[in-house]
């Protein structure tokens, strides 16, 4: 059973930081792309940031500017950096192995809250 472990989320106010990591195992780490996705309540789950093995990224537009996404592959993790936090950030984040088009493992979820 692959297990990816997110930490780091939790309350913030507008205009603040958080940093959210993801541990993931070796054997898969260093083939993948990683991904970040949230969900809001009565919302469909979106993907917020992704970087490929090679270090390519890709943002959502609603977070470009403000979301940095990287990977540090002697630690096997994988990060996003939140910055200028605001209350539609509210969601459930997700952490993302994308092993093929049409298969990939997904972390428990953590709670990201922006009060205004």
């Known amino acids: 059973q692959v297990q990816l472990v997110e930490s780091g989320g939790g309350l913030v106010q507008a205009g603040g930081s958080l940093r959210l990591s993801c541990l993931a195992p070796?054997?898969?780490?260093?083939?993948?792309?990683m991904g970040w996705y949230r969900q809001a309540p009565g919302k469909q789950r979106e993907l917020v940031a992704s970087?490929?093995?090679?270090?390519?990224?890709n943002y959502a537009d609603s977070v470009k500017g403000r979301f940095t996404i990287s990977r540090d592959n002697a630690k096997n993790t994988v990060y996003l950096q939140m910055n200028s936090l605001k209350p539609e950030d509210t969601a459930v984040y997700y952490c993302?192995?994308?092993?093929?088009?049409?298969?990939?493992?997904w972390g428990q979820g953590t709670q990201v809250t922006v009060s205004s």
């Open positions: 970087v490929s093995s090679g270090s390519s990224t």
């Open positions: 070796g054997i898969i780490f260093k083939i993948t792309t």
């Open positions: 993302n192995a994308a092993i093929s088009s049409s298969f990939s493992y």
